[in-house]
C-alpha cells in the first residue's frame, strides 16, 4: 500500500521506500498518480515532470523513474501508451480526514501545520497549476469537515477542542469564515471581549466588498459580543468540564 501524508507533512510511504519532495521528480511522479488515480497518458507524464527536455529524452527519464518503482515493489503498470498504480493500493490521509466522523486530536494536530507545507515545486509549470488545484479542493474539503467538527464541540460545550479545530481550519484557510467566527466566540467567553471584536472588524475588513455576503455573519455575532458579553464574564478553557456531556449539550442548545 502507498501513503499519501499530505497533513503536517509532505511523505510518501511504501513498504521500504520513502520519498520526500528532496526528490523532485520522483516525489512529484508518485503524488501525481498517488491522487489521480487513473491511467494518465506518457505525454501528460512528459510534461507534468520532464518539460524541460525532448519528448526522446522525457520518455527515456520517464522510463528509468518506473523502473526504479517497479524494482522497489510498487504496483505500477504500463502500456505503451500510459501509466497508472494498481486499483486500490494508494491511499492519502486527507482522504480520512474528510470522511471522520470526529477527528482526533493527531488529525486537528497535523492540519495546523497545514497542507503539504513547503512544498512548492519549481521544475514544471503545468505541475504546479495541478498541484494548486489540489490544495484548492482539498482545503475545501478539509475545511468542511473542520466546520463540523467545529459545530459538534460546540453543541458539546468542549470550546478548547473547538478552538482547535478552529485554528486549523484558519490554518488551510485564513478567511474562512466559520474558523473565524469560532475563535473569536471562544475568545469573548473567556473574557477577551476587545480581542474578539478587533479580530471581526480586521475579518470584515480583509474580504472586503468582494466577499459582501460573508460580512453579515461576523457583524451579528461582533454586536451580540459588545452589546451582551460581559467583560467580566470568563470560562477556564483551560480546564475542561468532565462529564455531565448531556446536560452540557442541553444547556448549549438553551442557550
Known amino acids: ?27 512529484a511522479l508518485l503524488l501525481y498518480l498517488a491522487v489521480d ?16 527536455r525532448t519528448a526522446q529524452k522525457a520518455g527515456h527519464s520517464l522510463r528509468d523513474l518506473i523502473y526504479q518503482f517497479r524494482v522497489a515493489g510498487l504496483p505500477i503498470e504500463t502500456d505503451p501508451d500510459g501509466v497508472e498504480l494498481t486499483a486500490g493500493s494508494a491511499h492519502a490521509d486527507f482522504d480520512d480526514f474528510a470522511a471522520s466522523a470526529a477527528l482526533t486530536s493527531e488529525q486537528l494536530d497535523a492540519a495546523t501545520r497545514g497542507f503539504l507545507p513547503g512544498y512548492a515545486p519549481d521544475h514544471s509549470e503545468a505541475f504546479s497549476e495541478w498541484l494548486e488545484a489540489l490544495r484548492a479542493r482539498t482545503t475545501h474539503d478539509l475545511c468542511g469537515a473542520l466546520a463540523r467538527e467545529i459545530s459538534r ?10 478552538q482547535r479545530a478552529a485554528r486549523a481550519c484558519l490554518a488551510l484557510d485564513p478567511l474562512h469564515e466559520e474558523g473565524t467566527l469560532a475563535i473569536a466566540e471562544t475568545l469573548a467567553m473567556s473574557g477577551a471581549k476587545s480581542k474578539a471584536v478587533d479580530m471581526l472588524d480586521q475579518y470584515s475588513s480583509e474580504i472586503g466588498e468582494s466577499r459582501a455576503d460573508l460580512r453579515l455573519p461576523a457583524n451579528l455575532l461582533r454586536r451580540r459580543i459588545s452589546e451582551r458579553v460581559r467583560d467580566t464574564y470568563r470560562t477556564p478553557l483551560s480546564l475542561p468540564f468532565v462529564g455531565r456531556g448531556a446536560e452540557m449539550t442541553l444547556l448549549n442548545e438553551r442557550f
Open 1 to 27: 500500500m502507498i501513503r499519501v501524508q499530505t497533513l503536517g507533512t509532505a511523505l510518501i510511504e511504501a513498504g521500504p521506500v520513502r520519498l520526500t519532495p528532496g526528490s523532485a521528480r520522483k516525489f
Open 37 to 52: 488515480r487513473r491511467r494518465v497518458s506518457r505525454a501528460t507524464l512528459h510534461s507534468l515532470i520532464f518539460p524541460d
Open 153 to 162: 464541540r460546540r453543541s458539546a460545550g468542549d470550546w478548547m477542542t473547538m
